[in-house]
């Protein structure tokens, strides 16, 4: 019976990996956020989620320093209070930052109460810290319900999602994912990386993947016509 059990258990985790590598619940809750820009110039947003990191995002920093791209930071208030230098590295180098919530905690089921604590607890982090007041708020996961959005929406807030997932967390080659956001990107996307976490963590992980997958696809991207700008920036085209 145990053991029948713990098959079970493991099925339906080894399911549930299964749905979350090769489909993406954003699809599901971009109604009423901001997932992309309808834009005739070829123009796209990089994003990262969950850190700052004091390996990964440094490393990052460096490849955008080099390619002279900005991008947009949805940082974890935590992880601000734990590496306060990095954050502020971030912010001096021009690049945009977000609110991720203070220990990437899933709000689907927060009451209004406390999705305005969530976020305003990390807004004041980020602010004491960077200098930065968000206005920008990335549910972790993307899950949340409408009733959220519009808590959300009511504190001035904007609800940015993503068109293009690299699933970098995943483990996949760097190749593979700049390969399938090569193919796809448009103008007006916004794409999703991570400079902190793997699939099990929300810290550390193994991110060298997607180092060498943002400088790549930059690269490639460029070649094709396309230029970076921040979320915020991507957003004034709307």
């Not at 956020?33 to 440094?58: E, M, N, Q």
């Not at 607890?121 to 519009?150: C, D, Q």
């Not at 902190?196 to 963590?201: L, T, V, Y």
Request: proline share 4%.
């Amino acid at each position: 019976m145990l053991l029948t059990l713990l098959w079970f258990v493991l099925g339906g985790l080894f399911l549930f990996g299964c749905f979350c590598v090769f489909f993406d619940p954003a699809v599901l809750t971009r109604q009423g956020t901001t997932y992309c820009v309808r834009t005739s110039k070829k123009i796209v947003a990089l994003t990262f989620d969950d850190g700052p990191s004091p390996v990964w995002t440094p490393k990052i920093l460096d490849e955008l320093k080099k390619a002279d791209v900005k991008a947009t930071f949805f940082m974890v208030g935590h992880h601000v209070q734990k590496y306060p230098d990095i954050a502020r590295r971030v912010a001096r180098e021009g690049h945009g930052i977000g609110n991720h919530g203070y220990a990437h905690s899933v709000i689907l089921y927060y009451t209004p109460a406390e999705i305005e604590e969530e976020i305003k607890y990390t807004e004041h982090v980020i602010r004491e810290v960077t200098g930065k007041t968000t206005t920008m708020f990335r549910p972790p996961k993307a899950w949340l319900r409408n009733s959220t959005k519009e808590k959300i929406r009511s504190m001035g807030y904007a609800v940015v999602l993503w068109s293009l997932n690299s699933k970098d967390w995943a483990g996949f080659p760097h190749r593979y994912i700049v390969r399938y956001l090569a193919a796809r990107a448009r103008g007006g996307d916004i794409l999703l990386f991570h400079d902190s976490g793997n699939i099990f963590a929300r810290e550390g992980g193994d991110r060298g993947q997607t180092v060498q997958a943002a400088a790549l696809l930059i690269k490639i991207l460029k070649e094709k016509g396309f230029s970076f700008v921040t979320v915020e920036d991507l957003t004034h085209e709307a």
